[in-house]
């Protein structure tokens, strides 16, 4: 481990009425490193990143963000860390320009008039600091872009504020090959610049490819948090749907008290 | 402003300010942009709005067009709507409309309706046109228990537009209720200025019920449609309409005319504020390194409005009297109006964070929602002022029509505001949308019964047809550019 863990979860836990989504969740996330979030469907993903997007308030646990205890308690407290998440249905508005999204809700004034010459600038440098080349030009409206200029844009949007931690909720799901290669070089990139990165995904060689860690979830508990290069995709596949692969994961009787 | 020829070389782009070479993949990645700098010159520009009419958007270009088939059958037809008098008449027949037009475009864009605007007008109308008459004493006018109900309301709609932090809603209808309380409302000024704050609060709780409620807009304004056609008539007692003709102020605003002098100092000084500000634009955004249009396309743009608008104000300030007894010359009074109206909400819609978010909410309100935009308060916001331009727009019609009578407003005043703006290209999905629009939509309605009216021999049920195939000419563009660009 190079550093201190830039956010950290522990003994998590959430309800909704009898159902128990989250158990004691353990979760480090480090700068400079990918975090690959797994799990299958209900295994408690989503939810576990609204509780930190300070969209649904835990029952108990504690969050850490470098090394001091926060909380979450609505959308301002994550992005006012420095958190962002990159959500699956992006939430980028078609009927507006990129610049335009990068900057939604954040635009940038001069004597009350949009400064649209420093937002458009601006812009044009996050996207060249990211890489990105495909775009013609920061003025065209996002719906012409294609699936994977979208999720660049949405990427983009959320790394413009100096974030520090990033969330990226199967950023690849809907994507065509040349796409997702695009994106997964990105979130590569993003961690090389020092972000901490979560990448949710369902893909395995996704996972295999651009992640550090592998922590996999398992009907609402962390089966395993394991370094990427350890484990085999089978063996990840095992946590997921099994929640235990060999000594790794769960005990039989936690697996079974779930069930 | 895309520029499609990826990959050319571009001489003199600025790209090196683009990115300050922070590394050496970063200068790389900056080149990428390097052609981001719009059209280099008018033949590029002009290719480029060609790429963009294929692309599906429009823009004003089928309702300009529109305006220009429909003047060219009816001058054909007859002689008469060419005339200097009937292009007057045009115009102000049109500009209710328009006035209309512009709130419902703020509507419009969020992908609402407002199917109450017209009727509301007649509402904040009759409460101009009461105070004017009976002497600014609305409490006698009203009868005390509607007095009171009229204030409560007011009063509500205060408190609900100060929990949405809309301040200047919150002073408009408090300092208009304080007006009516007053007897000051006699006169034109406050009267007109009680009509607008009636407006700001009808549109405050309309807002509430249909952004904070919930209630689909189309059910909550068309009851409410029905409901302030029940109001006017209550406000109007026994039925018959209030004369707004003795106030002069009132009622020259739709019959009366500028001087030409004054007609060519008020164009002089809108030509030469559009001018200085498009081309200061152009060498700022240059020096910036920005995208910016060629000079010469925005000293052409501009010329060619010089040239047109020059036309309009020299055949307007023309005599058009029909004797030789009477002289009828000058802008009407309501026109500059108009044009302030549109340029202000231009302004708001362009170039504040405010109109960006209704955008935003319009196209994705969710999106809005997650990028910290408090989506309900916009929505509000955007009734509000829709209600005041309702009550604006009511305040020029009782002007053209001299009087306020029991089914002001009612109709088709309200299908003709929408139908305005959505042949000038304002979308009914939301999102997509200019003041313009109104302006240009505007005329094209009016331009239909106008000359109609001039062709003898012809049926006035050809009228409501006509109009009703433009309309759903213009919807079809709209629906067509709309498959068009998603198709990409």
Known sequence: MPDSPLLE??????????????????????????TALVGDNGAGKSTLVKCIAGIYPVDSGEFFFDGKPVSFSGPRDAAG???????????????????????????????????????????????????????????????????G??????????????????????????????????????????????????????????????????????????????????????????????????SMGLSAAATNASM | MSSPDLGQPTPGAPAAQVAPAASPGVALAASDFANDVGARNAREAFGNYIQRLRGGDMGALPAVGGLIVLVIVFASISGGFLSKGNFANL??????????????????????????????????AAIMGLALTQGGDLNQALGTPVYVIVLLGMLAAALVAGFYRIWIAVGVIVLGALVMLTSWDQYAIPGIFVAISVGVAIGTLVGTMVAKIGIPSFVVTLALFLG????????????????????????????????????WAI????????????????????????????????????????????????????????????????????????????????????RTAFGRHLYAVGGNAEAARRAGIDVVRIRVAAFIISGAMTAIAGIALASRLGSIPSDFGGRNTLLFAVAAAVIGGTSLFGGKGKMRDAV???????????????????????????????????????ALSRKRTSAR
Do not use: C
């Open chain 2, 228 to 263: 302030w056609q029940g109001v006017l008539l209550q406000f109007l007692g026994n039925g018959s309409a209030i004369d707004v003709r003795r106030n002069d102020f009132i009622f020259n605003l739709e019959n009366s005319n500028f001087s030409p002098a004054v007609g």
């Open chain 2, 267 to 350: 164009w002089a000084v809108s030509i030469a504020a559009y001018l200085g500000l498009t081309f200061g634009r152009s060498f700022r955004r240059r020096r910036a390194g920005l995208t910016a249009e060629p000079l010469l396309v925005v000293a052409l743009r501009g010329f060619t409005l010089a040239a047109i608008t020059g036309v309009a104000v020299y055949v307007l300030n023309e005599n058009r009297g029909r004797t030789v007894f009477t002289k009828i010359e000058g802008i009407p009074k309501i026109i500059p109006v108009v044009l302030v109206l549109l340029v202000f909400f231009t302004f708001i819609l362009t």
């Open chain 1, 9 to 34: 979860l522990r003994g998590v836990n959430k309800s909704f009425g009898p159902v128990h989504v989250l158990h004691d969740i353990d979760l480090k996330v480090y700068p400079g490193q990918v």
């Open chain 1, 149 to 246: 200029q979208r999720q660049t844009v949405a990427i983009a949007k959320a790394v413009l504020w100096n974030s520090r931690v990033v969330f990226l909720d199967e950023p690849t799901a809907a994507l065509g090959v040349a796409q997702t290669r695009q994106v997964l070089d990105l979130v590569r990139r993003l961690a090389d610049n020092g972000l901490g990165v979560v990448l949710i995904s369902h893909n395995m060689n996704d996972v295999k490819e651009v992640s550090d860690h592998v922590a996999a979830l398992f009907l609402g508990r962390l089966a395993a948090d394991v370094e990427t290069k350890d484990v085999t995709t089978g063996q990840i596949v095992e946590l997921i749907t099994s929640g235990r692969s060999g």
């Open chain 2, 91 to 124: 115009l102000t027949q049109a500009a209710p409309i328009m006035l209309l037009g512009m709130g419902l475009v703020f509507i419009l864009l969020l992908g609402e309706i407002d199917l109450s605007a017209g009727t509301a007008s007649g509402v904040s």
């Open chain 2, 440 to 478: 240009i939509g505007g005329l094209v309605i009016a331009i239909i019964p106008n000359g109609l009216g001039l062709i003898k021999d012809i049926p006035s049920s050809y009228e409501l047809m006509i109009t009703a195939g433009v309309l759903l000419l213009a919807a079809s563009v709209d």
């Open chain 1, 81 to 147: 860390l420095g958190i962002e998440i990159v959500y699956q249905d992006l939430a980028l508005a078609d009927n507006l320009d990129i610049v335009q999204n990068l900057f939604l809700g954040r635009e940038i004034r001069k004597f009350g008039m949009l400064d649209e010459a420093t937002m458009e600038r601006k812009a044009r440098e996050t996207l060249a600091s990211l890489a990105v080349r495909t775009v013609k030009s920061v003025r065209q409206s996002v719906s012409s872009l294609s699936g």
